[in-house]
Nanobody
Framework: QVQLVESGGGLVQPGGSLRLSCAAS????????TGWYRQAPGKERELVAR???????MYTDSVKGRFTISRDNAKNTVYLQMNNLKPEDTAIYYC?????????????????WGQGTQVTVSS
């Protein structure tokens, strides 16, 4: 079992920045697809950004140009740099690391979640 621990959340004013970190208890990020998800009150959890084992990235439209996902394999840590934050970014942010057995076998070899970190954007 692998533990994912998020940190870096907090209260920030609109236009401010935060950097979230997701630390893994052992080295898995280099062999997995890691995503940052968020869930606002009364809403479903949504994918915010994702980085593959090969460092390919994707972002949901609402955060493009403002958020950057990155990974440091040596530190077993994935980051989410969030700039120009807006009140609608307020949510609990979760880190996820998952891997399929193969491109032809889409059963999940593993699927780990962190406990979440609260981000509140308010003046």
């Amino acid at each position: 079992q692998v533990q994912l621990v998020e940190s870096g959340g907090g209260l920030v004013q609109p236009g401010g920045s935060l950097r979230l970190s997701c630390a893994a208890s052992r080295s898995i990020f280099s062999i997995s697809t890691t995503g940052w998800y968020r869930q606002a009150p009364g809403k479903e959890r949504e994918l915010v950004a994702r980085i593959t084992s090969g460092f390919a990235t994707m972002y949901t439209d609402s955060v493009k140009g403002r958020f950057t996902i990155s990974r440091d394999n040596a530190k077993n840590t994935v980051y989410l740099q969030m700039n120009n934050l807006k009140p609608e970014d307020t949510a609990i942010y979760y880190c996820n690391a998952m891997r399929y057995y193969s491109i032809t076998d889409l059963r999940k070899e593993f699927d780990y979640w962190g406990q979440g970190t609260q981000v509140t954007v308010s003046s």
